[in-house]
Each structure stands twice: as C-alpha cells, then as structure tokens.
C-alpha cells in the first residue's frame, strides 16, 4: 500500500522569503507520481507541480518546485518568495491511481 | 489540462435529505474519481467511476450512501443518501489523469 506522509502540520513564513514543505512516501511501485496541491479557504484543490519516478530533473513551476531524492523517498516542496496568497493548505499526493493523499500543512505567510 | 466544473459549490441540507452533485470535465475521459474531505482531515477516495460500468467503491464507502452516475465520458454525478451531521464534508471530483479538481461542493447538513 502506499502512503505519504508529511510531518509538519503548520508552518509558518516571512513574506518574502523561502519555504520548504516535506514530503516522505512509501510504495514498492517502481513506477509512480508524485503531486503537490494547494488549498485555500475555499476548499478548492489546486494542482500546483508533478514528478514522475523516473524523472531524472527535479520538477519546477513559477516560484515552486519539488526536491525529490528517490532514494530517501522524499518529494519537498519548496516555495520562492512567499506571499501572503500563499498562505493555505498544502497537501502531497502519491498516484499508481488513485491519488493517495498526506495529512496537509498549514503553511502561513507573515508580512 | 482538463477543465473540471463541479455545482453545487455549497449547500445546506436537512438530515434524512439527498443531494447530488454534479461534475463536468471538458474533455473525455476514461476514470472519474470523488473524494472526500471531512472538516480538518486530508481528502480520501469514495470510489472511482468508469463509463459503463458500475462504480468501484472504497473500503468504508457503499453504493446505498453514494450512488453514482456515469453516462458518459465527460460527465459524473454522486449522490449522498439519507444524510446526516456526519455527511458535512468537503466533496471533490477528478478525472482523466487525476491532476485537476472540481471546485469542490462544501455540504453541511443540520
């Protein structure tokens, strides 16, 4: 079975400034995707950035991107220059379909 | 990237009360998927919905509490039956390659 699991369940972050959110999963699936998505308050999900297992380049997107080191099974999440809309859920996500979903990280952003 | 639409965005129902809810995805796809998101909690998958074939359902979750409709490719519906205080959740609906959600139907039953 697989499982993700993110230990830090708020985090908070100077405007500005950088954040790293964790990530750790467990499969015996050699093949499989790992996501990272965004909630705000409204509840909406928030697809925000996608590694396949055997891609070799660390993902990026914008001011996101995903510090995945296989052999530890970790998939980090880190955010550039935080903003205050940054502030939300985080979630990790680990697909050989369906989506199997960590626990969430409160990140909030300070001014 | 698939355009998913999903209404109601929000709704308070009575106990005992159904409410369905509906969603679109703009381009045709094999599998839809619904979660569940309880107050504080991370989403869990309810069942996976195939064109044409009856819905696969997750431990926990039965046909009778969420029936669902899939008459075709781009379009899915689930219904929660016989609803109680416990039902009030976060409601999401994917499809295609998983990436992308529905807005999401926040329900509250009293």
């Known amino acids: 079975a697989q499982k993700i699991t993110q230990t830090q369940p708020g985090m908070f972050v100077q405007e500005k400034e950088a954040v790293t959110l964790d990530c750790t999963y467990d499969?015996?699936?050699?093949?499989?995707?790992l996501f990272w998505y965004k909630q705000p308050s409204s509840g909406e999900m928030i697809f925000l950035i996608y590694?396949?297992?055997?891609?070799?380049q660390n993902a990026t997107e914008g001011r996101y991107s995903l510090n995945f080191q296989k052999a530890r099974k970790s998939a980090n999440l880190v955010i550039s220059a935080s903003q205050l809309g940054d502030s939300a859920m985080y979630f990790c996500?680990?697909?050989?379909?369906?989506?199997?979903f960590g626990k969430g990280t409160r990140l909030s952003v300070i001014a | 990237s698939a355009v998913i639409s999903q209404k109601p965005s929000r709704d308070i129902c009575q106990r005992g009360t159904s409410l369905t809810i509906q969603c679109q995805v703009d381009?045709?796809?094999?599998?839809m998927f619904w979660y569940r998101q309880q107050p504080g909690q991370s989403l869990t998958l309810i069942a996976t919905?195939?064109?044409?074939?009856?819905?696969?359902?997750e431990s926990g979750f039965v046909i009778d509490k969420f029936p669902i409709s899939r008459p075709n490719l781009t379009f899915s519906t689930l219904t929660v039956s016989n609803m109680s205080p416990e039902d009030s959740s976060i409601y999401l609906c994917?499809?295609?390659?998983?990436?992308?959600f529905g807005q999401g139907t926040r329900l509250t039953v009293v």
């Open positions: 996500a680990i697909r050989n379909t369906p989506l199997v």
């Open positions: 499969t015996s699936d050699q093949s499989y995707g």
């Open positions: 590694q396949g297992s055997y891609d070799e």
């Open positions: 381009s045709q796809v094999t599998m």
């Open positions: 919905a195939n064109q044409g074939s009856e819905a696969t359902y």
């Open positions: 994917s499809g295609g390659t998983e990436a992308f």
